[in-house]
């Protein structure tokens, strides 16, 4: 038996670390996936091979502990142990010891704030559970994601694994999500080359809020609120140029405060500059930050937003909502 599943990638729209302090987030599900193919072994034995593992600028092959090509060891590491961990919940949940083969082929790059290990992470549990014919809803899938986060990384609020998992576009808070109404975003995602860590970028946050509270707190209340209002916003029956109008003036002031929080760098600052000198309603940082991608809200101009980044030195990515999550794509008997 083989089962093949994906999971798409995610860009935080409003509220990446303020979510982790319990605050809500607004996410999307975008159109790039991470494929996940598991067929039993009768070694006993759990095999990982990564084909196509996106790491800035370089493709990393490896099987079980053997990395072919050493450059940036550490990305192609981090990926093993979220497909490790999640493998081994699924074992668990399944109660079960049997040997698992799983090959990877994703179109996310690693450690650009999309998601990659959530992907990895959903897509693996969502295949591992159907070739041991363990029956789990997506909600159940999302939650094990989030567990494998915790487990590799340390602190994570849960958000990537639940959009990566349900699809779509979320209102996330405290481990539960709603569904808002779908909309088509036109926006252009810049990605600056080169990776943040999202576990040192949420424990340099952790450290200055431990710090200096008094400054860190309102910060955080304000991202909080902000994120209620984009909500509102979205949810209302305004016409649509107005929506994206205030939702622009919003990311801007969610990149500034992302900034004084300390995660912005300077090519993600110009990558935003250069996409709203082109005419974007609003442009921010998306995930963890430290570098991966910023994201632009562009109606009419995400041609001219894209080739403002290029010119920046950032890639660009039209991208459009993804309303799957967690898909089965096979399953061969
Ligand atoms: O994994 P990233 O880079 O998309 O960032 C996740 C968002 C954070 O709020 C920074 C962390 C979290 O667990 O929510």
């Given at each position: 038996m083989k089962v093949i599943a994906s999971a798409p990638a995610k860009i935080i729209l409003f509220g990446e670390h303020s979510v982790v302090y319990g605050k809500p987030a607004i996410a999307a599900a975008i159109n790039l996936r991470t494929y996940v193919e598991a067929e039993p072994r009768n070694d006993g034995k759990i095999r990982i091979e990564a084909h196509d593992i996106k790491v800035p600028g370089l493709t990393v092959s490896f099987s079980e502990n053997e990395i072919y090509f050493e450059t940036d060891y550490g990305k192609a590491a981090e990926v093993l142990s979220y497909v490790r961990e999640a493998i081994n919940?699924?074992?668990?949940?399944?109660?079960?010891?049997?040997?698992?083969?799983?090959?990877?082929?994703?179109?996310?790059p690693v450690g650009a704030g999309l998601g990659s290990s959530a992907a990895v992470a959903v897509a693996t549990i969502g295949a591992v559970?159907?070739?041991?014919?363990?029956?789990?809803?997506?909600?159940?899938?999302?939650k094990l994601g989030?567990?494998?986060?915790?487990?590799?990384?340390?602190?994570?609020?849960?958000i990537d694994p639940?959009?990566?998992?349900?699809?779509?576009?979320?209102?996330?808070?405290?481990?539960?999500?709603?569904?808002?109404?779908?909309?088509?975003?036109?926006?252009?995602?810049?990605?600056t080359g080169?990776?943040?860590?999202?576990?040192?970028?949420?424990?340099?946050?952790?450290?200055?809020?431990?710090?200096?509270?008094?400054?860190?707190i309102p910060i955080l209340e304000s991202m909080g609120k902000l994120v209620e209002k984009a909500r509102e916003i979205i949810v209302s029956e305004i016409d649509?140029?107005?929506?994206?109008?205030?939702?622009?003036?919003?990311?801007?002031i969610n990149h500034g405060l992302l900034d004084a929080l300390g995660v912005s760098t300077k090519k993600l600052s110009e990558l935003v500059y250069a996409a709203r000198t082109a005419g974007a309603l609003g442009a921010k940082i998306t995930g963890a930050g430290g570098g991966g991608c910023m994201y632009a809200l562009a109606p009419e101009r995400q041609r001219e937003v894209a080739t403002a980044i290029t010119i920046a030195g950032g890639t660009p990515m039209i991208t459009e909502i993804s309303r799957e999550g967690l898909r089965i794509e096979e399953v061969i008997e």
């Open positions: 919940l699924v074992l668990e949940e399944a109660d079960k010891n049997t040997g698992v083969q799983v090959s990877i082929t994703s179109q996310i559970s159907r070739l041991l014919g363990l029956e789990l809803t997506k909600e159940e899938i999302a989030h567990k494998t986060e915790l487990l590799v990384q340390g602190a994570s609020s849960g639940t959009v990566s998992a349900i699809g779509g576009f979320l209102y996330y808070e405290k481990g539960k999500f709603e569904h808002l109404p779908f909309m088509e975003l036109p926006i252009v995602v810049g990605y080169s990776s943040g860590s999202t576990k040192e970028l949420v424990a340099m946050v952790r450290k200055r809020y431990e710090e200096m509270p008094e400054l860190i649509h140029r107005e929506k994206f109008e205030r939702l622009g003036v919003l990311m801007n």
